[in-house]
């Protein structure tokens, strides 16, 4: 167990004096142990008010003695990437600042932001900072031209996440497909089951013409909604962190699937465990269930234990 | 008698051609349309883009006439240049327009542009299939394609290209590219390019190209990295003789795909040497930032690849075009400015 503790990805985190004293007491006292971010729904609802004894969690198929630790407790480190390609200039851009300058005025005192851009280049506008003038600065100076690097900008905010006992969410909005990354969507969702993480998406349909040429002639087809091939990108990224896409159909949504987004991760249960009878490294599938109760459980699907 | 009587009709013959070149040439000279293509060709772009904006299909297509019928004309040699110039000119005006549009979304626009263009095109071509400019023409609006990832439209724009008797290593760089957008687009991104995206036939491409030009370090680095992608071990052969002499963006290449390798057959070390010489030699760039931080980052090293990314990301006044992926990942579309003003001088009045 010793190894286990002293070598473990970013899924298990040290929780020891960083943490309030409440969090500390639902934990066994001054261990390492694995932090799982839960949501349940029922339909469209969200269900409240669940204790550690309703959940089921299985590590490698092993049960383990779980804990709840207070989502109140932790600190939120909120990672916002933005995509600020050409298709985002005019009033999309207008929508996104409004709708990441609301998404500020739900933080709390404690919790932390950074802000990153992605066109061409991933920039990182604002690192982990409470201060939310240095982001809303950030916000007011975002330009949008170029292609969408949306991979490496995914990767970079699961990057920035270093080790610390606050919660992380990351955020990534996007209206459409990768057209500048190096790493592969493969590199990215490798790196997320290496963090702790849960991943957000926002994606808006951005619509382009499909061109062919028939007979000599160059024809424009149809056209075709990009989304979709950005979509099976960010879906597969945030389910695997427990996390999950909202799609938005104008610019007048995006504000909506912020807000929505953020009150989501604030009503998420954190559950905690020391793993017991698993092997101490490698990937550990998790399986998280509902004892009684009924509703849908979202979990990030595993952890890498190093 | 019939020598007078020939010589009669003849003499008629040549008043009426010469009265219709007359006639001809101050129409050509008058018209609007005329007058947007000279714009173009005097460096007055957006002019002269304004103006073919303001004009009707119609008059466009009357104008067109009046310059294929002046370029046809056997009688006027001089005449007949003057409209092949005016042709080299709206070409490059439709060509414009066209991907202008393209931009904005206006597909109608795109399409009616650049098939005028095309039409032109092959006018020329069917006068001489080498000629610089229709060479040249072509190359850019692969580029452009490319640029746009539009890869159907180029690869279909390409075998029409396509000489059986000999292209020119452009072209077979510009053909391989797109076998190799298409195959990392259907392999890589899990997307349908529109094309096969055959590997072999990028190659085939590349080695000819090569044959051709042995020079052309492009077409060695891409050779390089398709046979590395099909794990054919004369690719890292390849890509290693990319060394000092080369320049620094095939160079930076040459190592990130090197690293890449390294990588997926798990020499963390070698993968971190190769990624760190890229960075090395052209810190602006971001891939190979990107690829290093995910090396640390998956072999645990959290606060290194955090701080790779707080370097390469957090860098300021970079220009978003300096990595030389994005381009490389474009095909030949960084060659379309070169190609554009060659062009363009081409055009000169």
């Known amino acids: 167990m010793t190894r286990l503790h002293q070598a473990c990805a970013a899924a298990i985190v040290v929780v020891g004096a960083a943490l309030p004293p409440t969090a500390q007491q639902r934990f066994r006292s001054g261990t390492v142990g694995v932090r799982v971010d839960v949501l349940v729904a029922r339909g469209q609802e969200l269900v409240r008010g669940l204790k550690a004894t309703d959940f089921e969690l299985r590590d490698e198929g092993v049960l383990q003695n779980v804990s709840e630790i207070e989502v109140e407790q932790i600190p939120l480190n909120l990672i916002l990437a933005v995509d600020t390609s050409g298709s985002v200039a005019g009033e999309r851009m207008r929508s996104l600042v409004q709708a990441g300058q609301s998404l500020l005025n739900g933080l709390r005192a404690g919790d932390r932001v950074a802000l990153l851009s992605f066109s061409t280049r991933v920039r990182l506008l604002a690192p982990l900072t409470p201060s939310r003038q240095q982001i809303d600065g950030a916000f007011t100076k975002l330009t949008a031209q170029g292609a969408t690097s949306l ?37 990215v969702i490798d790196a997320a089951k290496r963090t702790d993480s849960v991943v957000y998406a926002v994606a808006l ?102 | 008698m019939r020598t007078s009587a020939r010589s009669a009709v003849g003499a008629v013959v040549i008043v009426v051609v010469l009265c219709r070149a007359l006639a001809a040439a101050p129409q050509l000279a008058a018209s609007s349309y005329t007058e947007a293509i000279d714009l173009y060709r005097q460096g007055e772009e957006e002019l002269a883009l304004k103006k073919l904006a303001g004009l009707r299909s119609d008059e466009i297509a009357r104008g067109r006439d009046a310059l294929l019928a002046a370029l046809a004309s056997k009688r006027q ?120 995206g055959d590997l072999r036939d990028a190659e085939r491409h590349y080695r000819q190209a090569l044959i051709v030009a042995p020079t052309l370090t492009e077409a060695r680095v891409r050779l390089g990295r398709i046979l590395t992608l099909r794990e054919d071990a004369e690719g890292m052969k390849i890509l290693g003789q990319i060394g000092e002499s080369a320049e620094a963006p095939f160079q930076y290449l040459a190592r990130l795909f090197e690293g890449d390798v390294y990588e997926k057959h798990g020499d963390i070390a070698e993968a971190e040497r190769s990624y760190t010489a890229a960075v090395t030699l052209l810190p602006a760039a971001q891939s190979a930032y990107m690829a ?9 090293a959290r606060s290194e690849a955090a701080q790779d990314i707080r370097s390469t990301a957090g860098a300021r006044d970079v220009p978003d075009l300096s990595d030389p992926w994005f381009w490389y990942a474009r095909g030949t579309a960084w060659r379309g400015r070169g190609y554009n003003e060659q062009l363009r001088l081409m055009i000169r009045p």
């Not at chain 1, 909604?225 to 990108?233: D, N, S």
């Not at chain 1, 987004?261 to 017991?276: D, G, H, I, K």
């Not at chain 1, 009878?277 to 269930?289: A, E, F, I, Q, Y």
């Open chain 1, 151 to 187: 991979r490496d900008a995914a990767f970079a905010a699961l990057a920035l996440r270093e080790t610390d006992p606050g919660r992380t969410l990351v955020l990534i909005f996007s209206d459409g497909t990768d057209t500048a990354s190096w790493l592969r969507a493969a590199d």
């Open chain 2, 292 to 300: 290093l931080a995910h090396l640390r980052h998956a072999r645990g």
């Open chain 2, 77 to 196: 040699e001089a005449e007949s240049e003057r409209a092949a110039a005016a042709i080299r000119g709206a070409i490059m005006l439709h060509t414009a327009q066209s991907f202008a549009a393209l931009e904005r979304n206006n597909n109608g626009e795109f399409r009616f542009q650049l098939a005028l263009a095309q039409s032109y095109i092959d006018k020329l071509a069917s006068l001489d299939r080498h000629a610089p400019f229709v060479r040249t023409w072509r190359l850019l609006v692969l580029a452009i394609l490319q640029e746009g990832m539009s890869l159907a439209v180029a690869d279909q724009f390409a075998r029409h290209a396509h000489d059986s008797r000999g292209d020119s290593p452009e072209l077979l760089l510009a053909l391989g590219a797109t076998e190799e957008m298409g195959w990392w687009i259907r392999h890589e991104e899990d997307a349908d390019p529109g094309v096969k």
């Open chain 1, 205 to 306: 349909a951005e619509r382009r013409p499909l061109v062919n040429i028939s007979g000599g002639r160059i024809i424009v087809q149809r056209d075709t909604t990009t989304v979709q091939e950005a979509g099976k990108f960010l879906e597969h990224l945030t389910a695997e962190t427990g996390g999950r896409v909202l799609f938005a159909n104008s610019n007048r949504d995006i504000r909506a699937a912020f807000t929505e987004t953020l009150a989501e991760f604030r009503e998420r249960y954190v559950l905690s465990y020391t793993p017991a009878g698993v092997s101490p490294t490698g990937w550990h599938r998790l399986d998280v269930k509902l004892k009684v109760t009924s509703g849908k459980v979202t979990a990030r699907r595993g952890y890498f234990a190093e």
